[in-house]
């Protein structure tokens, strides 16, 4: 079998590279060929010099989705042109997968000249995070009418959580058929036991966006306090950060991004993992900071809703009312507590969400449709 594997809109593996994550994202299509005998070829857009980062990964191919226009514009207007020489390669292929909603348009019309099946894969709801992060009517109408499209066009969609596929049940029910639930996956991360960690530093991981609410997480952490944040990630908001941490001598740090396997390594330092994000789809770090045997401690919205049971796999707090330092002060002081939630939290994600149930998931998917 063969499977033509489309990137997002406007994503290469340089993109992946440049963010530290190629590794990580081409971990599972590597198990799938190994363990199930599937070929797959990355359908970049890039040019020729992406094939670069596949030098560790000599048994996938890639082709690139060159595109010469600089302007935004002409660019999505060339996207909606079928190429020959794209078209041959996809004939070629058994199965089109797009790896995330934006971009399904390419795959869609590929689709149909070539009459392969398609699987659409979200990691998120694209629309209702438009609409949650209050951007522009035309580009949360364009997100709607994209994922309209894709659900009707598509032969399998997938979604990576429960919440998500409710939503989108509620307002396209008659795909409901289509849709199935394929959470992120985590390998077991399990480095250090929790009796050598560090205590009294917390971390957290994420886009320095708003959604992650950051602004309002660091000031729990002020110069009295005896405990200290560590924000691994980059984003706009970075510049805000500093400052705010600078005027106000808070105890927190914020580094760059790292590769996925230094930050395996670095959650293996702590025992209390936080995030404080307003929204979520299935949040990969969170679910490796449970693989990792981290005490989980996050906001109580519907997608952590769905990882974490409170005081069993972790600790849920209302975003409006919630006193750190006491939940940090009651945990630190019962060490039993804390290493049943730590069991509980990694059992919990080793089952659901390990690496090798997630592939055996997607063959399923692939055999369906092949």
């Known amino acids: 079998m063969k499977v033509a594997v489309f990137l997002t809109y406007n994503y290469s593996l340089g993109t992946w590279y440049k963010s530290r994550t190629l590794d990580r994202e081409l971990k599972i299509y590597k198990l799938l060929h190994d363990n199930f005998n599937i070929d797959f070829i990355f359908f970049s857009y890039s040019n020729d010099s992406d094939k670069q980062f596949l030098n560790n990964y000599p048994e996938f191919d890639l082709v690139a989705l060159n595109n010469k226009y600089k302007n935004k ?183 760059s991004n790292v590769d996925n396997e230094l930050l395996i390594k670095e959650m293996n330092k702590y025992v209390f993992y936080i995030s404080s994000s307003t929204f979520e789809g299935n949040p990969k770090t969170v679910l490796e900071a449970m693989s990792a045997g981290c005490v989980v401690i996050a906001s109580s919205i519907k997608n952590h809703e769905e990882l974490i049971e409170h005081e069993k796999t972790g600790i849920l707090f209302d975003l409006h009312s919630f006193e750190l330092h006491d939940v940090l002060n009651t945990l630190s002081n019962n060490f039993e507590n804390l290493s049943a939630i730590s069991s509980n939290s990694r059992n919990f994600v080793i089952e659901n969400n390990h690496i090798d149930k997630l592939a055996e998931n997607m063959n399923k998917d692939y055999l369906e449709l092949f």
């Open 73 to 255: 514009v002409f660019r999505f207007i060339s996207s909606l042109k079928i190429d020959k020489k794209i078209l041959n390669e996809v004939k070629k292929c058994d199965i089109i997968h797009q790896h995330q909603l934006l971009g399904s348009w390419v795959s869609i019309l590929y689709k149909r000249k070539a009459q392969k099946p398609l699987l659409i894969r979200t990691g998120y709801d694209m629309h209702e995070f438009s609409k949650l992060n209050n951007e522009p009517l035309l580009k949360r109408f364009f997100l709607s009418m994209l994922t309209k499209l894709s659900l009707r066009f598509s032969d399998t969609y997938t979604v990576a959580s429960k919440s998500d596929k409710k939503l989108i049940n509620s307002m396209n029910s008659r795909y409901n058929s289509k849709i199935k639930v394929r959470p992120n996956w985590v390998v077991d991360n399990l480095q250090n036991q929790l009796s050598d960690r560090d205590f009294y530093k917390i971390l957290s991981v994420g886009r320095l966006e708003n959604q992650k609410n950051f602004t309002h997480l660091i000031r729990f952490f002020d110069k009295n306090s005896k405990f200290m944040l560590k924000i691994i990630g980059e984003g706009k908001n970075k510049a805000e950060l500093l400052k705010i941490i600078k005027n106000n001598n808070l105890r927190v740090e914020i580094e």
